[in-house]
């Protein structure tokens, strides 16, 4: 699939992580689009390598759905890891 097809797959999953995952993480839609882009190249790669399959083939349901996994995996932890960071305090 071309890099342009993996952005707008990437998109479209980290809008939906963004609705799916509950909390505020505080980086906004752009930073929600960023992570599902990011969880969308985890979520191919990894299920490619669980199934031996071609997840990033075009943009279609299967893609779709690796992409949206991976994005709610990403967008999940960079929610846990900036709780954690806000929730520090220094004395």
């Known amino acids: 699939m071309s ?3 993996w952005l707008i797959v990437g998109a479209i999953a980290g809008w939906i992580a963004g609705k799916v995952v509950p909390g505020d993480e505080g980086y906004g839609v752009l930073g929600t689009i960023i992570a ?3 969880g969308a190249l985890v979520g191919g790669f990894l299920l490619g390598l669980i199934t031996n399959e071609d997840w990033t083939t075009g943009i279609n349901i299967p893609t779709l ?8 995996v990403v967008v999940f ?10 929730g520090r305090t220094t004395v």
């Not at 759905?65 to 709610?72: D, E, T």
């Open 3 to 5: 890099i342009i097809a």
């Open 36 to 38: 599902g882009i990011v």
């Open 65 to 72: 759905i690796a992409a949206i996994v991976g994005a709610i």
């Open 77 to 86: 932890l960079w929610g846990m890891i900036a709780k954690g960071r806000s």
